[in-house]
């Protein structure tokens, strides 16, 4: 078990000083180590291109992709749907809706408060698909056919909104909808991570009972848990990872998907490993598709949530196929 979690923090170094070195400018590892360090004869070129632009930009790669992988885990395990992820849970269409509206129709509205009402539109979607869905209580059929309805609903209503939208206005949202990073800011780093250590610590925290109400609600009800105060605790960790890292960066889809995918077949089921390996794995996925974005037609920077959707499908492709007897 050591070797894996070594080979993973080992590709995440890999990737993340990759991603600090590559770029229109190629940089060696010296001089990266040397601008991160702040070694005192490197030029001042050298040091802004790595503290001042790639570095919060892998950064926030890093804080994405864990923040997805996190909440694909919490999903999956409260749905006991292997195909969950975030977007199930309205969180997608909620933001897309929200930002589609402030950033066309309520133009006046400072940019920056843009993240902020972003996560509230991701939380307040969130938490209706939840009410909707209680009837004396909850089940994870009901969670997952409410948020496909109202998040069809909800995406109906950010395309009426960009079809009657100023066109320069409807582009910018556009630009958003398909995820990029590359208004990665230290503002919006320390915004992410403020809103991210949290909800994480709390996922950890109760990974035994991700476990036991894995084995579905009536066993989990017959050992003592209180299984619906604990999906609607799972419901808002998630919805809290995954908003965050939508406002942050837009909508990078499949990561919450794959990433617990891949950390089960590396660590297991147990939550307690899963959950931090699915952090792992998605910050790598990420730091990879962004990655790939700037680097296949330079010097055009290619959205990142256009990579994670290549590497995606596939494999949502995959587990359909290997399910397909189930």
């Not at 632009?53 to 885990?73: E, I, K, Q, T, Y």
């Not at 009402?117 to 969130?126: K, V, W």
Request: glycine share 10%.
């Amino acid at each position: 078990m050591r070797a894996v979690w070594a080979l993973l923090l080992a590709g995440l170094l890999a990737a993340f000083l990759a991603a600090i070195a590559m770029g229109d400018q190629r940089l060696g590892l010296g001089q990266v180590l040397a601008a991160l360090t702040g070694a005192p004869d490197t030029p001042a070129g050298t040091r802004m291109i790595v503290t001042g632009l790639r570095l919060p930009r892998a950064l926030m790669a890093v804080l994405v992709g864990a923040s997805l992988g996190v909440a694909g885990a919490v999903c999956q395990a409260i749905m006991r749907n292997p195909l969950a992820e975030p977007g199930l849970l309205g969180i997608n269409a909620g933001a897309a809706l929200a930002a589609t509206a402030i950033i066309i129709e309520f133009r006046t509205i400072p940019q920056d408060l843009l993240p902020v009402l972003t996560f509230a539109g991701a939380l307040a979607m969130s938490a209706a698909i939840y009410a909707f869905s209680w009837r004396q209580g909850t089940s994870s059929v009901r969670i997952i056919l409410i948020g496909i309805g109202l998040g069809a609903l909800a995406g109906a209503g950010a395309s009426f909104i960009s079809t009657f939208g100023d066109p320069p206005a409807v582009q910018r949202a556009m630009i958003w909808l398909s995820g990029s990073l590359q208004d990665s800011r230290w503002e919006r780093v320390r915004m992410l991570a403020l809103w991210a250590i949290l909800p994480f610590v709390a996922a950890w925290l109760i990974a035994r009972e991700l476990d036991l109400i894995a084995f579905g609600d009536t066993v989990a009800r017959g050992l003592g848990q209180r299984v619906n105060l604990l999906r609607g605790m799972a419901v808002l960790i998630c919805a809290s990872l995954a908003g965050a890292a939508v406002a942050a960066a837009g909508l990078v889809g499949f990561v919450g998907l794959a990433a617990p995918h891949l950390a089960r077949r590396l660590v297991g089921h147990a939550h307690a490993r899963l959950i931090p390996a699915s952090a792992l794995v998605g910050a790598i996925l990420v730091l990879v598709a962004d990655l790939a974005a700037r680097r296949i037609m330079p010097p055009v920077q290619l959205p990142v949530g256009l990579f994670t959707a290549l590497l995606g499908a596939p494999f949502f492709g995959f587990l359909l196929w290997k399910r397909r007897n189930d």
